[in-house]
């Protein structure tokens, strides 16, 4: 789940501001975490499967948690034409939101060589291996990596993203960032409240239901965003709602200039369009989901095809 801010719909009640969590409150929360998937399974072994004729896949990094266990990749569909436009896809900045994972090297499996001649793709599968691991939100640190695409960030995931998206030296035509809002950020909303002291709030117990979309605003994001939600709505259901977290909400679109420490703002930098998908996973199956996030992708892709 990408925003910020909670809106004031009828919710919890008030609960009084606790002290933020020190060193070993932390700690402590990170012990209480079990591993529930597996990375070297799910990610490393699919990505070192990838025909390389096709794919080039990158170290960019890894987490100094066990470097070992977890190396950063980042995959380019070969060749890369400097004549072609660029799209990035990140995956797994929150690791509890598994779609986007999972979409990701389904999109590189499936969909990415059929283009691989008209269109130059970057792929960062899995930003945040650890918090995939464990299903959840943050990092070995209790840090939320989509709140760290900053200068001074501290959460080492989205430092080595930014990073490597900057030592890449190209402006790209899009960027989407794959996410879900699903009902767990009810309980991980207490926690986020628990740790950084602060009391419950009216709006805590709010989950917009259905699929939507974070966009900058451009005139060419105003044809692309109707575009992809009509492409998802044959996969999933779109909100309804017209505010989310404080944000207006036009048939499943939210249209915005700047998320501040968000993937996608940082990307905003660097690519004419930026996006991220929000896919409610709680009343559909998981392949539904991940078929949502490629019908993403997949429109993403037919407009920057288009002559402009």
Known sequence: MLPLIFNKKQGMGMAEAGKPWGIEEKEAWWQRQTIKRSYEHDVLDRLKALPSDQFRLEQYGALSTDPARYPLFRVFTEPQNKDNPTVVITGGVHGYEPSGVIAALRFLEEMAPQFKDRVNFVVYPCVSPIGYEVDHRWNRFAEDPNRH?????????????????????????????????????????????????????????????????????????????????????????ITKDTDIFGDPCDNGIITVNSIPSACQSFMSQYADIAMTTEIYPDKCSQREAEDAQLASIRQTIDFVLRPQ
């Open 149 to 237: 695409f900053i200068a001074g960030g501290t959460a080492e995931e989205s430092v080595k993203v930014m990073e490597s998206i900057k030592s890449l030296q190209q402006h790209f035509r899009a960027a989407a960032d794959l996410h879900e809002t699903n009902n767990r950020d009810l309980e991980l909303t207490a926690e986020r409240r628990a740790r950084d002291g602060q009391p419950v709030e009216p709006g805590d117990d709010y989950i917009p239901e259905g699929y939507y979309l974070y966009i900058t605003a451009s005139g060419a994001d105003e044809k692309l965003g109707p575009e992809i939600i009509e492409a998802v709505r044959k996969v999933t259901p």
